[in-house]
T-cell receptor, first 109, second 114 residues
Framework: GQNIDQPTEMTATEGAIVQINCTYQTSGFNGLFWYQQHAGEAPTFLSYNVLDGLEEKGRFSSFLSRSKGYSYLLLKELQMKDSASYLCAALDSNYQLIWGAGTKLIIKP | IAGITQAPTSQILAAGRRMTLRCTQDMRHNAMYWYRQDLGLGLRLIHYSNTAGTTGKGEVPDGYSVSRANTDDFPLTLASAVPSQTSVYFC?????????????FGPGTRLTVL
């Protein structure tokens, strides 16, 4: 079956760095997305990776290893506004998104 | 530009009643999607539409129906609501189906079925 695993919750300190991991098993693979979702709001796009390696976008970076079925989202210089859930989603061979349950990130001052 | 709008924002519904959740996008996107989001579970696809006039079933389509009469609107109907349909429903759209295009989400509808 198809499956996405990511930690349920993580806690980090303002100004620090945090890495949110995601492993996936899908029938076929056409890339991996990260979305951010603040409580009570809609998910919003953060990043998309289809090739192995690190993509950097400001304070946020996303990494993909296709051979390991693994991705991570790296958040630097954490701010209180980064408190949110981070959703990992893999695009399968039918171009349908398979979503993880999300990682709730709590930022403490 | 509003993007995607959904109505109502929230609704409490008696079991057995019929309910239509509305979704409208102004981005002229071809593909539209309906998801439900439940605590502890990932977003699950209910139905999708690759283009106006066509629809398809997602992972959890039972108890739901959709239509796509035009590009902008993609309503989701619960013919006879049951308590297990209590959830937050998100509508989304993307420029192209079967592609790597980003999906854009509406603000969601929180539905409670009693």
């Amino acid at each position: 079956g198809q499956n996405i695993d990511q930690p349920t919750e993580m806690t980090a300190t303002e100004g620090a760095i945090v890495q949110i991991n995601c492993t996936y098993q899908t029938s076929g693979f056409n890339g991996l997305f990260w979305y951010q979702q603040h409580a009570g709001e809609a998910p919003t796009f953060l990043s998309y990776n289809v090739l192995d390696g690190l993509e950097e976008k400001g304070r946020f970076s996303s990494f993909l290893s296709r051979s390991k079925g693994y991705s991570y989202l790296l958040l630097k210089e954490l701010q209180m506004k980064d408190s949110a859930s981070y959703l990992c989603a893999a695009l399968d061979s039918n171009y349908q998104l398979i979503w993880g349950a999300g990682t709730k990130l709590i930022i403490k001052p | 530009i509003a993007g995607i709008t959904q109505a109502p924002t929230s609704q409490i519904l008696a079991a057995g009643r019929r309910m239509t959740l509305r979704c409208t996008q102004d981005m002229r996107h071809n593909a539209m999607y309906w998801y439900r989001q439940d605590l502890g579970l990932g977003l699950r696809l209910i139905h999708y539409s690759n283009t106006a006039g066509t629809t398809g079933k997602g992972e959890v389509p039972d108890g739901y129906s959709v239509s796509r009469a035009n590009t902008d609107d993609f309503p989701l109907t619960l013919a006879s609501a049951v308590p297990s349909q209590t959830s937050v429903y998100f509508c989304a759209s993307s420029d192209s189906p079967s592609s790597t295009d980003t999906q854009y989400f509406g603000p969601g509808t929180r539905l409670t079925v009693l």
